[in-house]
Nanobody
């Protein structure tokens, strides 16, 4: 079984910064791609950013230049540094990871329970 636990959410003023973390635990061989998604009030879940095991990244247009995704493979942990936050960034942020239980097995996708980010004055 794999668990993904997000942390670092909270209340921040517009223009402020937050750093989210996602720690993966369990018994597995490796993690392929990881990503951050978010779901705002009354909205569908959307991609924020993804990162491959080799560090290749892609971002939603709405966060480019403001958010930075990174990961520490040795710690099975992913981060999202968020800067210049806007009220429209308010959402529950979810961690996603594609996990391999054996090197040659197909990866299985897991989700965390989410962490709430509120951007408000």
């Amino acid at each position: 079984q794999v668990q993904l636990v997000e942390s670092g959410g909270g209340l921040v003023q517009p223009g402020g910064s937050l750093r989210l973390s996602c720690a993966a635990s369990g018994i597995f061989a490796s993690i392929d791609d990881m990503g951050w998604y978010r779901q705002g009030p009354g909205k569908e879940r959307e991609l924020v950013a993804r990162i491959t095991s080799r560090g290749i990244t892609n971002y939603a247009d709405s966060v480019k230049g403001r958010f930075t995704i990174s990961r520490d493979n040795a710690k099975n942990t992913m981060y999202l540094q968020m800067s210049s936050l806007k009220p429209e960034d308010t959402a529950v942020y979810y961690c996603n990871a594609d996990v391999r239980f054996r090197v040659l097995w197909r990866a299985t996708s897991y989700w965390g329970n989410g962490t709430l980010v509120t951007v408000s004055s």
